[in-house]
């Protein structure tokens, strides 16, 4: 073996892109949807040049020439990788050569050898490095062939070279049924690495079962995949309408992952081909600009297609050509295949980006086809380097979420933790933002605080255009004094506010929900459930037996005026259908009396039956002292749990002289007010007592 010392000097740069390419690049942009017009691609391709469009340009290698020279050729390898190297057959009269195809960014060693009278010697080596973006493919036989690496994807980072190429087709559709690639186009796909051929025609054009370019293994196999996935119906703005689209993505998906590089085609590669070139560029982070001339590149290979198919012309169909949809020759092709049409349908004024659409429209599928996020995501990853925001996690206790929903107390703070899915996402800010401050504050790290009652989102913003939304109840308990109270056939008129204001208790002494352990009550003893599904208030429910001293017991204290007759009321009914008899599962207890454990001043207020149904329950007494408490205790008994709501505490007007509990003499009843005397009047047929 021939041992060569390679130059430690500094490699010569290259630049492998062709002058009016590189011009359609990084002159012109597209700012808007207007500039979606064929004319600016024409207006390069009408530049002079003595090349092909669709090809790169090549590296010129050049020696000094052997005379006498028996063979010659180059061997090329990359630097870094050191993968396997490239040997070229070249001329035996020759003393350059022009090599084509390589890739930007890479470092390559190569070395020139020259064989006369059975000895080898070196006559040049060096190291060379490409530079450029876009890397147009050489293949004689075929046009239209490029790396979809090089561009700009999600976070900036560039697309990686040398796993998925875009192109023209490789076979003819019609008799002859033959293969087009040369020797040398063949020898250039596999140079290229590919290993995988993806024929997106149809049937009747694709008549081939294994790639054009494929050689037999030692197995007597091919040693390069096929895949036949008929496209025709699935163009730039019909991509989805069926799911052949989606099946054709996952077919490159599962070749990558077996580390076979991929060529997909279809006829010219212009528009099956620029359709699943928009997808991937796309689902990778391509800005719409970018996308858009990925697509028109197409338009620079129209000279090498006529050379094989004299009836393709024109390929540019971004948009309208003159005022008039279809291809700028005016033949029958509609607004299907077209680039900005496909960009109304997939912008809004709101919304995800055209990334997010297109991640979510293979993850959703079509058709019962999908690519599942684990795919997805490796594809991402493996072709950008960046790992996609998949979802936002919430540190929350499970028992605080009903039915989608958090429920809380006034005054409580709940650190949702926040965690990124999957925990390396490339993009690790998030925000956060009450829908309603009034009802729920949210801090800048994920903290919840309920400062009112009612129902209000939080909206978690976290990268690449994922939102996670928690839905938080700060529960309202209906708390409504009536106008007026029956008592045993007299009406009470009711004065003054409703003393419990918010419709819920302090339990057991404490605020906020919780027990003397400070466990949530909630959380522990009592259910905050909803009457139906969009309903704003809520009623409790009690989950634990309770006794005179349980934690599970409901507690009320107030200060109030002394001798004043007071109406207590709420609604009851059994978390099942069968009914409760009368302090059964519930017993409530009346104390007033400053003492608060003093038991010999409790009153048993008797408690009624009651069953699946809300039953209203009243309560009037007189207070004793300025300290009143109720106590409910025996919550939860004979697999019955108790539900409670319209809760309200209210003073009685009652006239001097007149007991509030015992029965006045009847009046008869009457229509429209009238009074019977200075204490008694009718009101539309009930009796009140006023002053």
Request: some cysteine; hydrophobic content about 35%; aromatic content about 12%.
């Amino acid at each position: 073996m021939l041992a060569v010392q390679i130059s430690a000097q500094e490699p010569t740069s290259y630049s492998i892109e062709n002058d009016i390419t590189y011009a359609y690049l990084n002159e012109f942009s597209y700012d808007t949807i207007a500039d979606y017009n064929v004319s600016y691609v024409r207006d390069y391709i009408a530049r002079p040049h003595d090349y092909r469009l669709d090809a790169p340009k090549p590296i010129r290698l050049s020696w000094t020439h052997e005379d006498g020279a028996e063979a010659q050729s180059i061997e090329i390898w990359e630097m870094i990788e050191a993968k396997d190297t490239i040997i070229f057959t070249i001329d035996k009269d020759t003393a350059e050569y022009d090599l084509y195809n390589m890739i930007p960014g890479k470092t390559y060693c190569y070395v020139i050898k020259s064989t006369k009278n059975d000895v080898t010697t070196v006559k040049a080596s060096g190291q060379i490095a490409p530079t450029g973006m876009l890397r147009w493919i050489y293949a004689e036989g075929t046009w239209n062939v490029r790396d979809m690496g090089g561009w700009k994807g999600l976070g900036g980072h560039s697309i990686a070279y040398g796993k998925i190429f875009r192109g023209a087709q490789l076979t003819r559709p019609t008799s002859p049924y033959d293969v087009l690639l040369t020797e040398s186009g063949i020898e250039a796909i596999r140079n290229a690495g590919i290993r995988a051929e993806l024929d997106l025609r149809s049937s009747s054009q694709a008549h081939y079962s294994y790639a054009s370019f494929a050689k037999k293994d030692a197995n007597n196999k091919y040693d390069a995949d096929f895949k036949n996935i008929a496209t025709t119906s699935a163009r730039m703005w019909k991509y989805d309408n069926d799911d052949s689209n989606i099946k054709a993505v996952q077919w490159v998906i599962n070749e990558l992952k077996a580390g076979k590089p991929v060529f997909y085609h279809c006829q010219n590669g212009a528009d099956r081909t620029g359709t699943i070139g928009f997808l991937i560029g796309a689902l990778l982070g391509m800005s719409e600009g970018d996308l858009a001339k990925d697509y028109e590149l197409t338009t620079f290979c129209q000279d090498a297609a006529v050379k094989f198919d004299p009836d393709e012309k024109d390929f540019a169909r971004l948009r309208n050509y003159e005022g008039k949809y279809g291809s700028i020759d005016n033949s029958s092709d509609k607004e299907d295949y077209m680039f900005a049409p496909l960009i109304d349908k997939l912008k809004g004024v709101s919304g995800p980006s055209i990334q997010r659409k297109i991640y979510d429209f293979f993850k959703n599928g079509k058709n019962g086809t999908k690519i599942s996020e684990a795919d997805l995501d490796w594809f991402i990853r493996e072709m950008v380097d960046y790992a996609m925001v998949r979802n936002v996690s919430t540190d929350v206790d499970t028992d605080l979420s009903k039915n989608g929903y958090i429920s809380m107390q006034l005054g409580q703070s709940l650190n949702l933790n926040p965690q990124l899915v999957p925990a390396d996402a490339t993009v690790q800010t998030m925000s956060f933002k009450s829908d309603n401050k009034n009802i729920a504050v949210v801090s800048d790290d994920g903290v919840i605080t309920a400062v009112g009652q009612g129902n209000t989102k939080i909206r978690i913003q976290a990268g690449d255009g994922v939102t996670k939304v928690v839905q938080v109840i700060i529960p309202v308990v209906e708390s409504v004094a009536p106008d007026s109270v029956e008592i045993n056939g007299t009406y009470y008129k009711t004065t003054g506010v409703n003393k419990i204001t918010d419709g819920s208790f302090e339990y057991r002494y404490f605020k906020d929900w919780k027990n003397a352990a400070s466990t949530n009550m909630s959380k522990d003893y009592f259910d905050i459930k909803k009457y139906s599904e969009n309903a704003d208030s809520v009623y409790i429910e009690s989950k634990t037996d309770g006794d005179g001293t349980s934690d599970g017991s409901i507690r009320a204290q107030w200060y109030v005026n002394k001798k004043k007759t007071f109406v207590f009321g709420y609604r009851v009914k059994s978390s099942k259908d069968t009914t409760i008899v009368s302090n059964e599962n519930l017993k409530v207890m009346l104390t007033t009396t400053d003492a608060p454990d003093d038991d010999a001043s409790t009153i048993i207020l008797k408690a009624p039956s009651y069953d699946g149904n809300w039953t209203e329950i009243q309560y009037v007494f007189t207070a004793s002292s300025t300290c009143l408490r109720i106590l409910f205790t025996h919550l939860s008994e004979n697999g019955a749990n108790t539900c409670f709501d319209n809760f309200y505490l209210s003073e009685l007007v009652v006239p001097s002289g007149f007991d509030a509990v015992k029965p006045i003499s009847a009046a008869p009843d009457g229509v429209g007010e009238y009074y019977l005397n200075s204490h008694i009047r009718i009101v539309d047929g009930k009796k009140y007592l006023v002053r």
